[in-house]
């Protein structure tokens, strides 16, 4: 109880979602995360084992997702199989998507293949009552979905928070047994960490039967360099109409605004003020611990960039790939090497973050602290 | 209904607020109004129920100014008229009654006000006696439940006669007690409302003259009450040790001597008409006092006038009694008086010996009784909305995150400052004080919540809520609408529908009014908690200004009596009971009576006398281990 007051409290809360709906202490709308009341448990309870930010053993998390520590070439991208440029075969697919379209079709074709019978997803169409001029499908919405339809409509990146997780609690909840999840990196630690130390806590009732490591099947993680505050549609709203705008996007240097009929170029330093708190001390851009990591492909508008980590998703997307939903081909070298420096800056940044904030929630090795240490910041 | 008895010389057993109604009945009142307030409700309510039989006309205003408006309007063409109202009421008067008194009435009018000292059912203890000074008015204080119903149809006789209304003050003992009335007869007269030139022109000569003429007046009261049988003498003609006392405090007082045995040496002044004071009465009984105690309710309204007058008889006595900063007070002039709060005074200043007075064994019964009564907090009753709404409001601060303050109001919400309202309301004063307060904290610089119910709304709230529309402040109102003037008995209000007669009435709609001062509002049941936490947050996040959320569901009670229960039950295997994930959320925080901890099982427990099934709770429990069945029973 105490150390998650202090997350939400400190401004560190990620809005990850992980502890939201496993009590009824813990509440959240759009972004926020509030511990509503003292639930007066003695010692720390799922929150405290769940939350990316109350501690995070990169060793440790290495070890219980791919076994044993990490090695001096896994510190930049996080553990890999290999890394790849690809994109959802079909078109529709991809103009439906925000870039390629792998996250859609991966998740698409496991849910088609019965690899698993629900996906946890975040769709558009969140709240926007307090903005009262649109926005909504902006707006993120945690969903549990079922069928092909259901994933399409979650397509397209969120550029904002919104708990998806407690979509996870609910699945588990309502019993489904083999579930996917599509997040974000803080997501997909809180993920981790809800398998790893789900069993910490000793309760009865419904909780002996949720388990996410025995449920979880399939996990998809999104890159992310930050996400924005709510606040920022208070500034959008000043430059767009808020319910014609359809998709957001953050090219190099550059933050584009698309309606149906516009594309509106803001300046990213201004949107810089609205990014979360909470993300600039994220030291995990890839979705490090997840079976397979999805991103753009920088200055390739219709490509992603994968990341196969573990042996469960490097199968599940070959699958997809000889099923023909997938088209594969290798990445630049030079494309890699500046999704390895991306990677590496953010860790640098969060890494100095932590001790300016004196943050102390994330553990790793002295190999690991020797690299991102001698990573040349500018001030 | 006995007090439409129509047998003159019967004797009926009746409460104080009966006993009232029943006076005015005698006195063959025309026009009755009021609002609602403990201990003064059920004046109007037996009133309204007796008004369609015996042919008068009854109302619940909207507040107590119009209530009195209303009232003295129907005395001013002729009729006899009464309002009546809670302490709090008269002060909600106080600016229309400092100009009633000069403009004066035609037919009888009587201000019926009834104090709560204790503060038993109000916020505060105010003593109204004061009122009869400010204005100049006399005043009737009832000692018992008999003088109840006399004074309330002297009082009309002598406002006819003096053509100024008159003041009964009640107190909640002598209101809400009970006692043997002997009834009078039953006026038969009905007059024809007439509008005299003279009410319409009254005010327009100098209010320095109407002032000297109102006084004129009160001096013609005095001298009839120099001879009223509501004053009289009780113990030895010629004692030296005298209580002058008013009200409640003359049974307390008579009881006292009673079970001390004071006769000799002893007597009791008990004054029924206490303003103007019958000066020439008390005098002749301070002539052979050498020691006044003065017991009354609450200030010390009677004790300064005695004080006043010895000190113009220059009479060397000793007057104890309850004056701030005396050297005689016997103690601090606040709380109730009691028989036990007699005899301490009587032993502090004659220094008596009480010792056998109290019965060692039954003190002792008493005190062991006490350790097992089960502790109750004051709470919603099960199946409350207001619950609901708070918990909503609560949780929507919380995620907020700015700790955003709530002012209450008055009414059953008002618990909203205690454990039962989570502690969520900073402010609670008067009717329609929230919103007043909420549009002044603006430096806060964050919005902030002002709750009202809907009869309060109607009350007081409106020209608070312009005044936060126009001057721009950053309010959420929040408008708990359970469809009742809930605390003080459900009785209907503007916008329910019916009148005090029980007759269909045209409906004012919260969201009508709000929306042509050009508030926005937003409705929703607080029952879909989700919803309703949604509804605040996003309220709360708006930027600024001023705006209304209605919190819409019928009083628990109401609806329970209108659709019945609803069965609800825990499934044991389901409830996590004290572990992590629960922790007995819904009996130790949600905290509705309803849900009780089994201590031996370690499971939470419904408890079906209180529940009524509204289903919040399954709502809130993590695990779904509270089912509510869906079919309503009666029982």
Known sequence: MSKIVEVVSGGLCTACGGCVGVCPYIKSIEDRVAVIEDCGVEGEGRCYYFCPRTFFDVDEMNGFVFGGRRSEEDVVLGRHISVLAARAKSVAMRKNAQYGGVVSTIISHALETGEIEAAVLTSGGGSCGSYDGGGGELLPTPVIARSKGDVLSCAKTKYFMGASLSALNKALKEGFESVGVVGTPCQIQALRKMQAYGDAVQSGGIYEKIDASKSVKLVVGLFCMWALSYDFLWYLRKHVELSAVRKLDIPVGGFLVFGEDFRKELPLEEVRRYVRHACDVCYDMTSEFADISVGALEGVPDWNTVILRTKLGERIFREAEKAGVLEVKELEVERLEHLRWASLRKKAKAWRRMHEFKVEFLKISELERGIVEGFPLEE | ?635
Request: proline share 4%; with cysteine; aromatic share 8%.
């Open chain 2, 1 to 635: 209904m006995s007090i439409t008895l129509d047998a003159p010389g019967r004797e009926v057993l009746l409460m104080g607020n009966e006993a009232i109604a029943r006076g005015a009945i005698e006195a063959g009142v025309a026009f009755c109004s009021a609002y609602p307030g403990t201990p003064s409700s059920e004046i109007l309510g037996v009133l309204a129920e007796a008004a369609p039989k015996l042919g008068f006309y009854a109302e619940w205003s909207t507040n107590e100014i119009v209530a009195m408006e209303a009232a003295a309007a129907a005395a001013f063409s002729g009729l006899r008229a009464m309002c009546s109202m809670k302490s709090q009421g008269l002060s909600v008067c106080a600016d229309f009654l400092t100009t009633l008194n000069l403009s004066g009435t035609k037919g009888g009018l009587v201000i019926v006000v009834c104090d709560d000292p204790a503060a038993l059912s109000s916020v505060n203890e105010i003593d109204t006696r004061s009122y009869a000074e400010i204005a100049d008015l006399p005043l009737f204080e009832p000692a018992t439940v008999q003088e109840a119903k006399d004074m309330t149809k002297f009082a009309f006789e002598l406002s006819e006669e003096l053509c100024e209304p008159c003041i009964v003050r009640s107190v909640t003992r002598i209101s809400h007690g009970r006692g043997n009335v002997r009834l009078g007869e039953i006026s038969k007269e009905r007059r024809a409302a007439e509008l005299s030139e003279r009410f319409i022109t009254g005010l327009a000569t100098s209010a320095v003259e109407r002032h000297a003429g109102l006084h004129a007046k009160l001096r013609a009261a005095a001298e009839k009450f120099e001879s009223s049988p509501f004053n009289f003498y009780y113990g030895d003609p010629n004692a030296a040790f005298l209580i002058i006392t008013s009200g409640a405090g003359w049974l307390y007082s008579k009881e006292a001597f009673q079970i001390l045995g004071l006769d000799e040496g002893f007597g009791i002044l008990k004054l029924g008409t206490t303003h103007p004071l019958p000066r020439r009465l008390v005098a002749s009984h301070l002539k052979h006092a050498v020691e006044i105690l003065v017991i009354e309710e609450t200030d010390p309204f009677i004790e300064r006038k005695v004080k006043a007058l010895a000190v113009d008889l220059r009479l060397d006595i000793c007057v104890y009694g309850r004056e701030l900063g005396s050297e005689r007070a016997f103690a601090d002039a606040v709380g109730e008086m009691s028989v036990d709060a007699v005899i301490e005074a009587l032993q502090q200043v004659k220094k008596l010996s009480v010792a056998g007075l109290r019965n060692a064994e039954y003190e002792k019964e008493a005190e062991e009784a006490l350790k097992i009564l089960p502790k109750r907090e004051i709470a919603f009753c099960p199946g409350c909305p207001h619950r609901a709404s708070l918990f909503a409001i609560k949780t929507a601060i919380k995620l907020d995150g700015r700790d955003v303050p709530v002012c209450g109001d008055i009414g059953c919400y008002t618990l909203g400052m205690f454990r039962t309202g989570f502690y969520l309301s900073k402010t609670s004063h008067c009717m329609g004080a929230a919103i007043g307060l909420s549009s002044g904290f603006r430096s806060l610089k964050k919005p902030v919540i002002a709750l009202a119910g809907d009869s309060t709304f109607f009350h007081a709230c409106v020209p608070g809520l312009i005044n936060a529309k126009y001057n721009n402040a950053n309010v959420l109102y929040i408008l708990l609408d359970n469809g009742a003037t809930a605390m003080t008995g459900f009785q209907p209000h503007p916008g329910v529908g019916t009148n005090a007669m029980g007759e269909p009435a045209p409906t004012v709609r919260l969201e009508e009014v709000c929306k042509g001062i050009g508030v926005p509002v937003r409705i929703c049941d607080p029952f879909d908690v989700d919803d309703a936490v949604r509804a605040v947050y996003e309220l709360l996040q708006q930027q600024g200004g001023t705006r209304v959320l209605i919190f819409r569901h019928t009083c628990g009670i109401i609806e329970t009596k209108q659709r019945g229960k609803r069965k609800a039950y825990v499934v044991e295997e389901k409830c996590i009971g004290e572990d992590c994930g629960c922790n007995r959320f819904c009996s130790r925080v949600f905290n509705c009576p309803g849900i009780v901890w089994d201590k031996e099982k370690g499971k939470a427990r419904i408890d079906e006398v209180v529940c009524t099934g509204c289903g919040v709770c399954a709502k809130l429990c993590p695990a779904g281990a509270i089912i509510v069945e869906e079919e309503s029973y009666t029982g």
